[in-house]
Every structure is written in C-alpha cells, then in structure tokens.
C-alpha cells in the first residue's frame, strides 16, 4: 500500500514536533518532514514530493498565506491543511481561497488532523470500533466555517469579494437562529452591518452580488444540485433569503448528520 508523505511547517517547534510525533506513530504515514517558516518549505516542497502540507499561517521570513502563493508554482501540489491559532472568518477565508482543503484552528485533537490527512490522500477513515465513542458516528467533522468555505468554494463564490464575508456571517446567524432569516431586512441585515461596520443596505448589495457571481460563474450542474429549479428555470435566481436558507438549512443537516 502507498503510504503516505508530509511536509509540517509551524514555527513553534514544540507545536511541530508533538505533531510530527503523532503522525510518525501513524501506520500509513511513510514520511515526516518539518520547517519552521514558508520559506524553509518551499526549499523542500521543490527539492521532494509531499502528499500533504500542513502548514501555520504567521511565521518569519515567509507566512502561511504567500507558502500557499508560491505553492500554486509547482508542478506538484500537495494537499494543503491551515493549522493556525487564528480563527477569524477572513483568515478562513483567505486560506481557502489559495487553496487550502481544511483550516483546523489549534488546540485540536490530532485524531482530528488524522481525518483531514485520509480524506486528501483518498484513504478511509479508521473502522468505527477503533474510534472513540465520540468520533464513531462520524469521525471527521467539519465545523461550521470548514463547512461554509466549502460550500461556496464549490458554488464559485470568490472569497475576496467582499458578499462572501456577509453570506458566512448571515447563514451562520441564520443557523443559529432559523426565524431570523423573516425578519431580513429588519435584523439580519443590520446585525451583519454592525459586525462589519458597515451599512445593511451594502450588507444586501454585496450578497445579492455574490449570488450573481456565483450563477454567473459557477458551475451550473453543482448549483442544480443544491437549488434545483430554480438554477435553469424562469424563476431564475434564488433571492438573497432564499439562498441564506437553503445553504443554513444544508449546514443544519449536515450538523445533525455528523452528530453535533
């Protein structure tokens, strides 16, 4: 069986080496190789072949984010998995948007990690009996940002622009409190305002603007299957409140599937 190869770049070496311990002691794990900046790696990402990066977002001489950058150069690009202390949404965002798979935000339990590194290499995750009782229903769980980035990665909604930041705040509020989505213009919008500091009516023009990106230059078979008829059809595009409920409503389910 092909094992697999991995490159960790934090620059805390006890956060690196307590996790290159664990993977080491993984039976699929072939290799471990660690650096303690962006640039380090980038040496070795050119000089060896990595099935996984695993990488923090603030280090010296070179960050997470432009690792990611120069990444996008090579002729073979591993997995990326964004293991950072920071788990503000426009971290998330940006690291999804240079192509990262996963953002796990530190602490996390290293079983957790193990999950992210199969579902990149392809692998199945470990049988249910040998899992903790917490970890058997589902044993890779994505929290609500994973979730959301990769619902609009999918759907083609950049994250640079700036709908993308009020759609994950909305459906997120949405999730938490499912009413909310009737009373749009009189609470959802001005509460994502006034946690970006900005106005509810720029809050409605940036999401209807990230919607029409996304049916503009989404993939319409993948949008299809989310909203069904009313990618193609005459009714044309899902309104804003439409669109906030269907992907809160998938979050909730997706949540209710995984056990939390």
């Known amino acids: 069986m092909e094992q697999t190869r991995i490159l960790i770049v934090d620059a805390q070496s006890q956060n690196r080496s307590a996790m290159a311990e ?8 072939a290799l471990v190789r660690e650096a303690g900046n ?14 996984v990066l695993i990488t923090d977002v603030i280090m010296p001489r070179m960050d997470g984010y432009t690792l990611l950058e120069e990444l996008r150069k090579l002729p073979h690009q591993p997995g990326v998995i964004v293991a950072s202390a ?28 193990m999950c992210h590194i199969r579902s990149l290499t392809g692998r199945k995750t470990a049988p249910a ?18 979730r959301l980035g990769s ?33 749009i213009t009189k609470e959802l919008y001005p509460g994502i305002a006034r946690y970006f500091g900005t106005s509810a009516s720029k809050v409605e023009r940036a999401i209807r603007h990230a919607i029409e990106v ?6 319409l078979e ?8 009313t990618v193609n059809s005459a009714k044309g595009k899902p309104t804003n409140s439409e669109f906030i ?10 949540r209710k599937n995984q056990g939390q």
Not at 22 to 29: A, D, K, P, T
Not at 161 to 182: E, T, W
Not at 214 to 219: E, K, M, P, Y
């Open 22 to 29: 664990f993977l080491r002691r993984q039976e699929e794990i």
């Open 38 to 51: 962006g640039f380090d790696a980038l040496r070795l990402l050119k000089e060896e072949t990595f099935d």
């Open 86 to 113: 920071l788990g503000r949404d426009d971290f998330v965002a940006r690291a999804i948007e240079l192509g990262a798979a996963f953002y796990m935000v530190k602490p996390f339990e290293p079983r957790y990690l």
């Open 129 to 146: 009996e040998n899992l903790p009782s917490d970890l058997r229903k589902s044993p890779c769980r994505q929290n609500v940002d994973e």
């Open 151 to 183: 619902l609009f990665l999918t759907m083609g909604i950049p994250a640079h622009i700036k709908g993308y930041q009020f759609l994950r705040q909305a459906v997120k509020m949405v999730v938490a409190d499912p009413d909310v989505i009737n009373r």
């Open 214 to 219: 996304a049916w503009d230059r989404g993939d």
């Open 222 to 229: 993948t949008l299809q299957g989310y909203f069904g008829y």
């Open 245 to 254: 409920a269907m992907i809160a409503d998938r979050i909730r389910l997706h």
